[in-house]
């Protein structure tokens, strides 16, 4: 046998094989989502997940520990046809059967366990006269809650937020709660720059209800209200990779209708990335930037066939569900939006996803599945070889909180919906989570010719 001539022909028989194996991997081999995982063993296939079944990470929520204040200034809350009774009692039975489990605490000079379960609770807020304790201070009872919040729990506070000093110190000073306001607001950044550096995120809900009862203004004067409207508040506090989950489901419970909201220590969630889906809005000639299999988000489109007759257009789909819910509301973006472009002229629409859009590629009907708005950029002119747009929502804290608040309640009968001194609890809080000249949105986009 001639070895010699018989060796070339080996070698291809073996590259043969190996290209047909290969062949066979490649098809076998599919990754739809370029997470890393095959289709084949992918339990999730259109979404990236982590190993080992390639399935996104669900957020699992703790306990929820709701802390009810019980100070003499909350009686009026639990007398008569009070709105705040039903609001709190459907918020504890909702959360415990819908969100997470529950359990119930009263909190003033100190927490008190409640021993019973969130059912038994509503019918004895509803009938049963909850014993009141004398004054406290508002901001030892944050920093108590504060405190007891575990990295895996959620608490909430139930409270009229008044921030005063305690009642021998207004004896001693009858002006004492106008005149030193400010030290009060600086324990109460004590207490959130604390609750900020634990990674933890505070959303602020503001309600009103009849209130039956005894009043007691900043001198500590009795006022005996026959049902007048006052306000008064629900504070959650968690983990900012939880508050926006757990939020979500508040807004989901029925009578759970907050006046106003804030929310604090969110910016951790600013949006970055995007997706390009060329089956939308699609206008004039050009291709997607090519990101890697790796990126998270498009960059941009290439190829672009400028024409002076012809617009080019596209869609952008954005994920905004760990945003606070204000900041994904379409008024706060279309007021907020900032486009800055550079080599080009652009128009930029934003609207919510519609629920009635159809893909025919599986990709990018699983990306605008995912995102919870639309981003539809029009190129009207561009006049570099590498131009670029960006876009951004600046966060910016709504200033509600400052017509809610007063500094003078003598007149508490025609006060209306004004706390005294909320003004410096929010800013405290606020200059706590101080996220001064940051963003919400960062897109960036690369428009090349």
Known sequence: MNRKRSQPWTVISVLLILISISLLVRCDGKDSDKDGIIDKRDKCVDVKGPKPNGCPIITKLGTVHLYLEISASMGGYLNGAADFKQVISDLAVKVDKEISPLKIHFISDSITDYQFDAAKFTSDIATTKVTLARSSELHNIFDQVAKATKAGEISILVSDCILSFPNKEVKKNSQVNIESSGTLKNHIYSTFIDLKNRGQAASLYAFS?????????????????????????????A???VLPIFDDKLNQIPNFKPEQELHFGLLDKKVKSYRILTELNKKGHFKLIKAGKAAVSDIGIENVESKSDQDIAFSAVIDLHELPSYARKLSYLKENLKVEAKGCSAVVKIMERSPTVHLKSKRQRAY???????????????????????LSVPLKYDSWYKDWSTMDDKDVKNLGKKTFSLVHLVDGVMEAYNNKGEDFIDLKFQINQ
């Open 368 to 390: 605008y599945e995912e995102a919870s708005h639309e981003v539809i950029i029009t190129i009207k002119q561009l006049r570099l070889e590498n131009a670029t747009l960006n």
């Open 209 to 237: 209800s009849a209130f039956f009862g005894t009043y007691y203004d900043y001198q500590n004067v009795k006022k005996t209200l026959p049902g007048t409207q006052r306000p008064f508040y629900v504070w959650v506090i």
């Open 239 to 241: 983990k900012n990779n």
